[in-house]
């Protein structure tokens, strides 16, 4: 089935060292997002990407940094994450960003900080 | 800029009762999306439905419902005879549809309502 998947599903890191979550999709769609999503909180846009059309939100901190070598990859870097950092990853796709297609999600990535 | 709110934060009824979640939005978009989203304990973000701001008609879908009304900037969802698996986060989300500047169609989601299904 065509899907959104995100590896690992759990993440544990040290305070400070660099970590990277990987997002793949098999829907060949051309807008992917990535949310960061903290306990009993809604999901906060990070970045997204239209083809290469990269954009960050103005409030994501410098800390984080994405990539998106091809339509089909998308990948989260925390360069030193912090304990604040701690929290649930999310990549979504969706296949135009002006439509009522929904946006289709991954299982996450729940990241915790040591 | 755009605004979700639900104000219900928690809601517990018994199974088989039926339940509505509260959604109310703010946009200055001409045309806009709105959806709802099913989050269970084990954290992934499941569609469930969605409406076009042109289209205001309501619909049922099995067990879902939803009720928009543009005049109110409402959007508010109703399962019929809840059960123990609909326990989960809802979210009400709102994506722009007007193309230009570098939205991209993003989600603004809600807060979220947590809904306990007691059997």
């Known amino acids: ?114 | 800029a755009q605004k979700v709110t639900q104000a219900q934060t928690e809601i517990s009824v018994v199974e088989k009762e039926d339940v509505t979640l509260d959604c109310v939005y703010e946009t200055r978009d001409t045309t806009y999306y709105l959806f709802w989203y099913k989050q269970p304990p084990s954290g992934e973000l499941v569609f469930l439905i969605r409406r076009n701001s042109f289209d205001e008609q309501n619909e049922i879908s099995g067990r879902y419902s939803w009720n928009f009304q543009k005049s109110t900037s409402s959007f508010n969802f109703t399962i019929t005879a809840s059960q123990v698996v609909d326990s989960a986060v809802y979210f009400c989300a709102l994506s722009g549809g007007n193309a230009g500047g570098t939205s991209y169609g993003k989600l603004t989601f809600g807060q979220g309502t947590i809904l306990t299904v007691h059997p």
């Open chain 1, 1 to 114: 089935d065509a899907m959104v998947i995100q590896n690992p599903r759990y993440q544990v890191t040290q305070f400070g060292k660099p970590v990277t979550l990987s997002c793949s999709q098999t829907l060949n769609h051309n807008v992917m997002y990535w949310y960061q999503q903290k306990s009993s909180q809604a999901p906060k846009l990070l970045f997204h990407y239209y083809d290469k059309d990269f954009n960050n939100e103005a409030d994501t901190p410098d800390n984080f940094q994405s990539r998106r070598p091809n339509t089909s990859f998308c990948f989260l870097d925390i360069r030193s994450p912090g304990l604040g950092d701690a929290a649930m990853y999310l990549c979504a796709t969706r296949a135009a960003p002006y439509s009522n297609q929904p946006q289709h999600f991954g299982d996450g990535t729940r990241l915790s900080i040591l």
